[in-house]
């Protein structure tokens, strides 16, 4: 065992893109144990994220006799696991590192799971922030597929920003809109001026036109809506006009 020891890891890069030449492994990480340095190499062909190449990782002794020489012992083991951690640390950061979107087209955005916008101009945030103005948690990416969210476009003007209702990656709702969404179910099931049926109806045709805000029939089950809208109850006629509205703003916006 290596008790205690001092060590320092320097990721060279966490996507591997290969390095074109079958000789040639990829550099991963730099990893000091004590007084020994390490350099922790991925195969020629890996592509992708470093962390799933964990296994393929080759590991090996720099300076001196030792030079180039693989390690084989408790080192090597102690090695893959800094840089495991490491890189596990950097992904777990990368979107406070620069406050882009993945796309490279968009900032990338922080929102509080009420809706407050937190971050949408690129600026580096702490994923794990709550709002500054209700408490709640934060998030950046959809909870179901975890495609990040987007901000502001790169060099437009941020004010410009208006809250995304739904995620462009599998086009479900965000947990903001999700909770409109069920105020609005539960105040339709309680509205006894309407029927059974014009109930079902006014449900369907939002689900209708929220799920494909560009279909064809859109305009039409909006017009259905409003009629059915015309019977219910104040409160449920201002929650769904409201959805309605905020998903046309949508399709203006995209
Ligand atoms: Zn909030
Ligand atoms: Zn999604």
């Known amino acids: 065992m290596i008790s205690n020891p001092n060590t320092k890891v320097v990721i060279d890069q966490s996507n591997l893109t290969g390095s074109g030449n079958a000789a040639l492994l990829q550099s991963v990480a730099t990893v000091y144990i004590n007084q020994r340095e390490f350099r922790v190499y991925a195969p020629s062909a890996a592509k992708g994220k470093a962390i799933d190449w964990l296994p393929q990782f080759k590991i090996r002794r720099t300076g001196g006799y030792f030079e180039n020489e693989e390690q084989q012992d408790e080192y090597k ?34 929102i509080c799971k009420q809706g407050h916008i937190q971050h949408r101009d690129g600026m580096p945030f702490d994923p794990k922030a709550h709002c500054t103005k209700c408490g709640a948690s934060c998030v950046h990416e959809c909870q179901y597929c975890k495609e990040p969210i987007r901000g502001s476009r790169i060099y437009q003007d941020p004010r410009a920003y208006a809250l995304p209702l739904f995620c462009h990656g599998c086009g479900r709702a965000y ?12 105040l339709l099931d309680h509205d006894d001026k309407l029927s059974y049926e014009e109930r079902e109806e006014l ?3 939002l689900q209708y036109v929220m799920s494909d805000p560009k279909a064809d029939l859109v305009p ?13 109850g104040a409160v449920l006629k201002d929650v769904f006009t409201d959805i309605v509205a905020k998903t046309s703003a949508e399709i203006i916006k995209g």
């Not at 490491?86 to 990338?108: F, K, M, R, W, Y």
């Not at 947990?175 to 539960?186: F, V």
């Open 175 to 186: 947990p903001w809109m999700e909770d409109k969404l069920q105020t609005a179910r539960r």
């Open 203 to 205: 449900w369907n045709d």
């Open 220 to 232: 039409a089950k909006k017009k259905l809506i409003e009629i059915n809208l015309a019977k219910a």
């Open 77 to 110: 083991e102690l090695a893959r696991h800094l840089v495991k951690e490491a890189l596990e640390e950097q992904s777990q950061n990368q979107v406070t590192a620069d406050g882009t979107h993945p796309d490279g087209i968009h900032c990338s955005a922080q």
